[in-house]
């Protein structure tokens, strides 16, 4: 892999946050798109559980499986919260966020790390 690939994920990382979520929001919430994105970027104050980790940030470091609130017991928790109709977006947008930070990992793996 490239060094410069190497480089941009973390900014990729938090561009792909706030893309995806924002690409959701357009084509599933045409109507209130706005409160949507905003109710799904929210969600990132789930790596909030990062304060506990010793060091806080890692670029090296995959988070699933790793943070409290990016274990797998967590995200089968989000996935039933997918249920219940009044948490349904913010459960979607935990969803996205666990799905962008997968695919962090994977790039990572991919880096060699
Ligand atoms: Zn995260």
Known sequence: MPAWLADIRP?????????????????AYRQSWLRAWSVMVATMLVDLDHLLADPVYDP????????PLHSYPAIAGYAAL????????????????????????????????
């Not at 090296?60 to 943070?67: A, D, T």
């Open 11 to 27: 900014f990729a990382h938090l561009l792909l946050h706030l893309a995806v979520t924002g690409l959701v929001a357009a084509m």
């Open 60 to 67: 090296g470091r995959c988070g699933i499986g790793f943070h």
């Open 82 to 113: 997918m249920l219940v109709p009044r948490v349904r977006l913010l459960a979607l947008g935990l969803l996205i966020h666990m799905a962008l930070d997968a695919l962090d990992c994977v790039w990572l793996r991919l880096e060699g790390g």
